[in-house]
């Protein structure tokens, strides 16, 4: 702190040196507001879903013996005891631990080697499979669903037969329904996620460690056991959380999936409760759901804790260096083109066909056509009579889409940075590990129970927050909140690596906080603030479960039209606007990068 | 690579959790409950009509253009029609929208609580919910045309039956020219029919658990009758009447549960399909018979029932911002040339002076003897045991 006068005589002046020091080091300060708020805003409509737990709610005074309002156990007994509970809780609890851990083995296990692939090695055409390799994660996740029962559906279903069904091949129940297609085509959607944050920490990662480790005489497993392992924990151990936490929150997947062969999920639970109309019963749900992932939360800080602050970058050189692949290098490169194949080409492929065929699944000239698309008139489409391209309907709802999502994506992104400073440099333990508990908090809230807390809490007007409802703010507020986890994530991960000597130079030098955090730590950390503010916007571009609730009818956005012409049973042109969503979100994404000059993907390539 | 140090962090995790539990009391205390304390055995209001006589259309025109604009949700697609239609005659700008009836109700109870009411009208299809939950909470209200009353009978007044729609049973003609292939109902829960009888998942679509939870109160009867002449020996059940054991038997069937009728309809009659099933449908899925060219028919001669009918009601929202436009969207949808674009497959006006739909899908001839009727004046009782017949249909099902 030599840059502070020593302290002047005098209460007044004791004021003034505390000011100064607070707006030179002004971590606590922020730290204590973003708790306040983040607590009001995350830990309110969960308490608001708690409170409904316990509480006899409208109807249910006759079989709770109680009178509406009143405190009752009975939500408690229905959940955990009443002969239904297996049906309404046990079984959908197992099998959220077997498709989270399955999805988590998968996700990990390709997302792990393909990002080492892209980072580590000199796999041919890195910076290709680099960006191709992140486009799974563009896709709404019921794309991949939807494409698996089209492919495998098996008489066990309604609707119309799958291709393999169609061509003779009958496909057994576990292959087309339950947990299998949920792990892999969940997987598909999630290994993105474990490919950006762990080719981050690869990529930072300086290859002299390991090197190091070698000369010393270690052999190559032991460098990446005791070296490179402990180095990526932090970054593995975000990823997994993050897609247990999306697992846990996800019902498109499991719905689709799930429902021929009756196998629930905690969502797919909660979301049957939420549409019988059992707010007492979706009240309990939603709350184990919320403490499943607090659990998951500490259990995450307890191994951390172990391994923690760790800094790669530091103000000293660094060296990255690729693994020679010698001849598995197009193999490799086969490999990687492969994911790519099976994760984007074929699910967009079978949606595009589907898109453009009268029947979907029947191969015939006369079956193809391209009225979907572009037809001035379809009678038989009542709701939305002309072709997706046609009206004004879809540039409207993109235009929203873009305008909503893309403000929430910054704000979220200066956030997440702002958390990530706080937490790695908060002298205060409490304050970064509260920060990051109370941050990470709405990725364990399902989008729908999240969106209904939402309605109850700022419809009406409360304290200084006028009533928010049918307002853009309040689609931009709750998409803010629920996205936080994402960029927070990031930000942690990225400060965590920072050290403090680049700052401290500065701060040596005479330069202010605002100063030091605009010049040194936006432009180091500017790879992970645009992955903050992409990873929330490509998800938020294809957020159902909240905007459901809370788009209003004169304000439509990409995904609430789209799943009116799903609901409406337009198949073609409902998938033509799945398509429609993944471009603009790929769209974006790319012009983003290009702005920025840094990528999502580039978090890996280099 | 430098380590911190990590004395500090051996207190951290207390701490944190306990101003975690901190906040979440004082966030306790500051959030308002989200329910209020009416009971639903409070009674319903009860609906009276407006004098005929001192009524004046006109004036409800006048009134309805000045507040410019009305906002109604179905849980059909239709309503985009019956809106432009509404347009195109008064001029006042008019959207509907498609919801299930599960989110209207959930958007109107919320909307109301928050008092900024987005939704004016709506053509409701949940029953038991409208008249357990909505129109007891004061959420919307039922109004009834006083220059159309006349031919309103007092059974569809309260609340305002606007349309009785159907569901049926429907077969693929390609497979089975001779005709539908069961003849009894209980034929449905036999092992041949194992995995062959596909309907939509009857927790996801209220109109569905009412049906059988109707058929539980007054269907036991004739199902009972149709078991004797069947099997030619009288049901014996555990359950408390036939109406029960045929829906356990059902479930335990292992039936084919989908989530929307599109796709029933394409498991039962898609061009290229060629497993033999019998379907539970509306009936407003004949239309894709002509336009994709399925291939299906209501299983006529199906006893006791060939499908069941139920009510869409017609409610006002209690604090619609356009009232007056509300009133005459519901007395538009109580005349032929609002209705009639809902009726395109079948249906029959709560208004006797509009006439049947000519578009009875092919099977469905008399809608009063062929139909299990689903009856307005149960759907308190539908709503009080909704939950147990759910119940019933999981353990069963599971």
């Known amino acids: ?606 | 690579m430098r380590r911190h140090s990590t004395r500090s962090y051996q207190t951290a995790g207390r701490l944190p959790a306990m101003l975690l539990t901190g906040i979440v009391l004082a966030a306790a205390v500051a959030c308002a409950p989200s329910s209020n304390g009416v009971g639903a055995d409070s009674p319903l209001p009860t609906t009276s009509v407006q004098d005929a006589a001192s009524f004046d259309l006109n004036a409800l025109i006048e009134a309805a253009k000045k507040e410019g604009s009305v906002l109604a949700y179905d849980s059909s697609g239709d309503i985009v029609e019956v809106a432009k239609a509404f347009e195109a005659k008064y001029g006042i700008k008019a959207e509907g929208v498609k919801s299930k009836s599960g989110d209207t109700a959930e958007k109107l109870t919320r909307e109301n609580q928050a008092d900024n009411v987005t939704i004016d009208v709506t053509l409701f299809e949940d029953g038991p919910v409208l008249v357990g939950e909505l129109l007891p909470r004061n959420v919307v209200t039922t109004w009834i045309p006083p220059d159309l009353a006349k031919d309103i009978p007092d059974a569809n007044r309260d609340p305002l039956l606007v349309l009785s729609k159907a569901n049926v049973w429907a077969y693929n003609t390609k497979l089975f020219p001779n005709g539908c292939p069961v003849k009894s109902m209980w034929e449905l829960t036999e092992p041949a029919w194992s995995g062959k009888v596909v309907m939509q998942d009857p927790l996801g679509k209220p109109t569905l658990m009412q049906w059988l939870s109707q058929t539980t109160n007054h269907g036991a009867d004739s199902l009972a009758q149709d078991y004797q002449k069947h099997a030619g020996s009288a049901l014996r059940t555990s359950e408390q009447n036939a109406s029960w054991e045929w829906i356990k038997r059902l479930a335990a069937n292992k039936p084919v549960l989908t989530k929307a009728d599109e796709d029933t309809t394409a498991a039962v009659a898609a061009p290229q399909q060629k497993e033999p099933r019998i379907g539970l449908l509306s009936i407003a899925k004949f239309r894709d018979v002509a336009d994709k060219g399925y291939q299906m028919a209501v299983c006529e001669g199906l006893a006791p029932w060939v499908g069941f009918s139920y009510d869409k009601y017609g409610a006002i929202a209690a604090k619609s911002k356009h009232p007056n436009a509300a009133k005459l969207f519901i007395h538009f949808v109580m005349t032929q040339e609002g209705i009639v674009h809902e009726m395109g497959s079948g249906g029959i006006s709560g208004n006797k002076a509009v006439p049947a739909s000519p578009n009875n899908p092919p099977g469905l001839t008399n809608w009063d003897t062929q139909l299990f009727a689903v009856q307005s004046d149960q759907l308190l009782k539908d709503y009080q045991q909704a939950q147990t017949v759910q119940d019933f249909w999981r353990v069963k099902h599971g």
């Open chain 1, 1 to 606: 702190m030599s840059v502070i006068n020593p302290p002047a005589t005098g209460w007044r002046g004791k004021l003034r040196y505390r000011a100064r020091v607070l707006l030179s080091e002004p971590t606590t300060l922020i730290g204590v507001l973003l708790i306040g708020a983040f607590a009001y805003l995350v830990i309110a409509p969960l308490v608001a879903i708690v409170s409904d737990a316990v509480r006899v709610q409208y109807g249910d005074d006759l079989r709770a013996g109680a009178s509406v309002g009143s405190s009752t156990s009975y939500y408690l007994w229905r959940v955990f005891r009443s002969p239904i509970s297996s049906d309404l809780f046990w079984e959908p609890f197992w099998h959220t631990l077997t498709v989270g851990i399955g999805v988590i083995l998968f996700a990990v296990a390709l997302g792990g080697s393909m990002a080492w692939l892209v980072t580590r090695t000199n796999v041919p055409g890195r910076k290709f499979l680099a960006g191709a390799l992140v486009v799974p994660y563009m896709l709404p996740s019921w794309t991949f669903a939807l494409a698996w029962l089209t492919l495998f559906k098996n008489g066990g279903s309604g609707g119309t037969p799958g291709y393999l069904e169609s061509w003779g091949v009958t496909t057994p129940n576990w292959l087309a329904y339950g947990a299998v297609p949920m792990i892999v085509t969940l997987g598909l959607h999630y290994y993105p996620f474990v490919l950006l944050l762990f080719g981050n920490a690869l990529r930072r990662m300086d290859s002299q460690l390991e090197e190091s480790a070698r000369v010393l005489g270690a052999s190559r497993g032991q460098a990446m056991r005791s070296v490179v392992l402990p180095l990526l924990l932090p970054s593995l151990s975000s990823a997994t959380l993050l897609i247990f936490g999306r697992v846990l929150g996800t019902f498109g997947t499991p719905y689709i999936l799930g429902l021929p062969t009756d196998y629930s999920l905690l969502s797919t639970s909660l979301y049957r409760s939420i549409h019988t109309r059992s707010s007492g019963v979706a009240a309990v749900l939603a709350a184990v759901i919320v403490l499943l992932g607090v659990l998951v939360v500490l259990f995450d800080m307890r191994l951390v804790r172990e391994q923690r602050r760790f800094v790669t970058i530091g103000g000293k050189g660094g060296m990255d260096r690729a693994t020679d692949l010698r001849r598995w290098r197009w193999p490799a490169y086969g490999l990687g083109l492969g994911v790519f194949v099976v994760s984007v080409v074929v699910p967009l492929l079978t949606l595009l066909i589907s898109t453009v065929t009268h029947t979907p699944g029947v191969f015939r000239a006369d079956n193809f056509t391209l009225r979907f698309w572009l037809a001035a008139d379809i009678p038989e489409a009542v709701g939305f009579p002309h072709g997706l391209l046609r009206g004004g309907e879809l540039y409207e709802a993109m235009w929203n889409s873009v305008r909503i999502v893309g403000t929430s994506a910054l704000l979220c992104g200066l956030l997440g940075l702002l958390v990530g400073y706080v937490v790695a440099r908060s002298g205060s333990p409490r304050i970064s590990g509260l920060l990051r508990q109370v941050s990470f908090l709405p990725y364990l809230v399902p989008g729908i129970a999240f969106a209904a807390a939402y309605l109850t809490l700022f419809a009406v007007p409360r304290g200084p927050i006028p009533a928010l409802y049918g307002t853009v703010t309040l689609l931009v507020l709750v998409m803010v909140v629920t996205h936080l986890p994402y960029s927070s994530r990031s930000g942690i991960a990225a400060m965590m690596q920072l050290g403090k000597e680049p700052e401290e130079a500065a701060q040596v030098v005479g330069a202010g906080w605002f100063r030091r955090l605009w010049r040194i730590v936006v432009p180091i950390q500017k790879g992970s603030l645009a992955t903050g503010v992409i990873l929330p916007f490509i998800s938020g571009i294809k957020e159902l479960s909240i905007v459901i609730m809370l788009a209003t009818a004169g304000m439509p956005l990409l995904t609430t039209l789209s799943i009116h012409l799903v609901d409406y049973g337009y198949t073609q042109q409902a998938n033509a606007a799945v398509l429609v969503i993944a471009v603009v979100s790929f769209a974006v994404t790319y012009l983003a990068q290009r702005a920025t000059r840094s990528s999502l993907a580039s978090g890996l390539g280099g």
